[in-house]
């Protein structure tokens, strides 16, 4: 596997902590941003942070996934990922203390170790913005979405004249103009917690309506388009709602900071039973949703399943609010490390002092923006498959691999090519991957090179094709949706 760091070494540098340089300003600085105020968390934090983080829209797809995908594949394919993407977080939860004495807090901070200061943040911080931010869009869609759909069912029942979904997005919006003034992770550890609850209890619902309501007659389990390019694409955009749905990996090292750490108790171990806690209950929720909902449906399916089901009334309405409930902590999880890069470059790039307006004009922005983006764009499917492929695939799939491009990078060094260089680095190597394997170096064709090469063709093909058909269904939705409806 490569150079490891031992026990004893790992001892040593806790017991002889590097001396801290930073000047007292530089540590109130510290103290006040998001990620490193704060590191009291216990291993159950990480258990409900990363349910909050991996299980929410993309469940509630699953079912229209495995129309687009059909049994076997989909079977595969959902299986296949929660057994690599539980692999890459180990992965990660090991890189954040690989280094002895140190701690990796934040993605970029891993991405500068392993590729360098300036290099490391063109590599990082980009592709974890797109996924952050992605995830926050359609969260607000999501959000919406089932406010909308609990409304209509309580309050409507097609009594009452419709209301637009923009406004339900706003309404939902709202509550994180609240929310989002929270410090830290630590401080929406309640808000964390009540969505991980929520997140199983709308899944069971899901798959349990789903068997109460029986199998639809004349059910049919193929392909949901009669047209050749309608299968091939439908496909390509299930595969990008598989991989948004397991996503998470983004905020694991974020999570991670947040617990303690000692020469007897690295916070890997603490976290790492918070992730297996959190994989059982993404595989109760996942798996019984997915297969169920197809089972009972068929390729008729919504692509949210909670819309298809419309009876018992009263129980798919409790299920939609435990959405709404369940999205607002997921926002929360995936907008703290966005506050925290904004925080960061605004207080220690451009100087300004850290005070609560700063914080308060900050965030309130980015709440503002995900919510117009929303608004403007509310193609649940489309998005989920969208940014599934284009985003989550690098950071999900690919934390093994790549070790083919780190070589072909100094090759083009020997050709004096440094434009070429800088564009592979920007467009390939934007993978977490190769912080991994710039250090352990896994010996050729050994297991952990087979697999590495295994998930990077499995992920290079998911994030090409993915957004493919997520972005064909954004132009056909497109084609007869009215902006603001």
């Known amino acids: 596997m490569g150079t490891q760091v031992s026990n004893d070494d790992l001892k040593n540098a806790y017991s002889k902590p590097p001396v801290d340089n930073r000047t007292e300003e530089e540590k109130a600085i510290d103290a006040w941003l998001p990620i490193t105020s704060s590191r009291n968390a216990k291993w159950w934090y990480s258990a409900f942070h990363n349910v909050t983080a991996m299980v929410g829209a993309g ?19 959902m299986v296949i990922s929660w057994i690599i993407t539980l692999y890459t977080l180990w992965q990660m939860v090991e890189m954040h203390e690989m280094v002895p004495g140190k701690r990796f807090d934040r993605y970029h901070e891993l991405g500068q170790h392993a590729f360098g200061e300036k290099l490391g943040l063109w590599i990082v911080v980009p592709q974890q913005l797109v996924v952050e931010i992605g995830v926050d869009i359609v969260y607000m869609v999501t959000g919406g979405r089932s406010l909308k759909k609990f409304h209509d069912l309580v309050a409507c029942q097609d009594k009452c004249k419709q209301i637009k ?18 410090p830290n992770f630590n401080s929406i550890s309640g808000v964390s917690l ?3 609850v929520m997140s199983l209890s709308y899944s069971t619902i899901a798959w349990g309506a789903s068997v109460d309501k029986g199998v639809t007659p004349d059910v049919q389990y193929g392909y949901r388009s009669t047209t050749t ?34 020469p007897e108790k690295p916070s890997k171990i603490p976290m790492w039973r918070g992730v297996i806690v959190a994989y059982i209950v993404v595989a109760l929720c996942y798996f019984p ?25 009263w129980l798919i309405a409790m299920a939609n609010m435990f ?20 925080e960061t470059v605004l207080v220690k790039k451009l100087r300004f002092k850290p005070t609560w307006y700063l914080r308060f004009f900050t965030r309130n922005v980015y709440v503002a923006f995900t919510m117009f983006v929303g608004m403007t764009f509310p193609f649940f499917g489309g998005l989920l498959g969208f940014f599934g492929g284009f985003a989550f695939a690098p950071t999900t799939y690919f934390v093994r691999g790549f070790w083919l491009l780190h070589k072909i990078d100094f090759h083009l060094y020997l050709f004096k090519e440094k434009q070429i260089t800088l564009i592979i680095n920007i467009s390939f190597v934007q993978l977490p991957c190769i912080m991994w394997l710039a250090i352990y170096k896994p010996r050729k064709f050994s ?18 094709i993915a957004p493919i058909g997520g972005l064909r269904q954004i132009i056909m939705n497109a084609k007869t949706y009215k902006f603001y409806s």
């Open 323 to 342: 959405v709404v409930i369940h999205v607002i902590g997921s926002y929360q999880i995936y907008a703290m490390p966005v506050f925290d890069m904004m």
């Open 289 to 313: 949703v997915a297969f169920i909902g197809f089972w009972m449906f068929g390729n008729t399916v919504d692509d949210n399943i909670l819309i298809t089901l419309n009876k018992p009334i």
């Open 165 to 182: 979904l923009t406004y339900f997005i706003m309404i939902f919006a709202s509550v994180h103009f609240v929310l989002s003034h929270l």
């Open 447 to 464: 297991l952990s090179w087979f697999t590495n090469w295994i998930c990077i063709i499995l992920g290079v093909l998911l994030m090409i």
């Open 229 to 262: 390019a309608g299968k091939v694409f439908g496909f390509f955009g299930a595969l990008g709602d598989v991989a948004f749905a397991y996503a998470g990996h983004n905020v694991v090292l974020e999570i991670q900071a947040t617990i303690p750490s000692t």
């Open 194 to 196: 009540a969505a991980a």
């Open 59 to 77: 469940v509630l797809s699953l079912p229209y996934a495995m129309s687009q995908l059909g049994w076997g594949p989909g079977v595969a394919v």
